[in-house]
């Protein structure tokens, strides 16, 4: 009996704790993935494990959606397939790096050496082929969530204010007001 109620009461102790850590604890629950796949059962196979592990998910089965949720919804991670129809992953990757630095995992078939260079090249943070290990997948989402929970509170990420005009240095990203601003 005695054991259950330490495993509580560091449950609580633990809960307590990141309550009052500032700043807050990271908590999978406030994190967002966008997962980019094409393949139905594969796309809902993940998003039912990733929600299992306390993560919003918002699922596009092509390029051109990927990039517009990316845009509107601002996710903490990009999960991205690279054979996709209408703008290949690659694409994606290659756009979204000129106007965003959110994490990048690639999940895809294509193995040669090359594709995985070319992936991580271009700004994707992790490449994992098909198929592969949900249990070593979800480690590498939750390693890539710490080093961007670690770089948004390092002291070079800062908001300027002046006006209307809100800029995030280390987002590289812009409003007016409400609305957020495209730069070059």
């Not at 098909?130 to 961007?148: D, H, N, Q, T, V």
């Amino acid at each position: 009996m005695k054991p259950q109620r330490d495993v509580r009461t560091f449950s609580v102790l633990r809960s307590a704790l990141c309550a009052l850590r500032s700043p807050p604890c990271y908590n999978p629950l406030m994190a967002t993935i966008l997962l980019v796949e094409d393949e139905a059962v594969l796309a809902e196979t993940l998003r039912y494990n990733f929600q299992r592990e306390g993560y919003e998910v918002l699922v596009a089965s092509d390029g051109v959606q990927a990039l517009d949720l990316a845009r509107s919804e601002h996710p903490d991670l990009m999960v991205l397939d690279v054979m996709l129809p209408r703008l290949d992953g690659f694409s994606v990757c290659r756009m979204l790096r000129r106007e965003s630095n959110m994490p990048i995992l690639m999940l895809t078939a294509r193995q040669d050496e090359t594709d995985r260079i070319g992936g991580l090249e271009l700004g994707a943070d992790d490449y994992v082929v098909k198929p592969f290990s949900l249990g070593e997948l979800l480690a590498r989402i939750r390693a890539i969530m710490r080093r961007g929970r670690h770089e948004a509170q390092s002291p070079e990420r800062e908001m300027l204010r002046g006006g209307e005009i809100t800029l995030d240095t280390g987002s590289r990203r812009a409003w007016r007001g409400e609305e957020e601003l495209m730069l070059a």
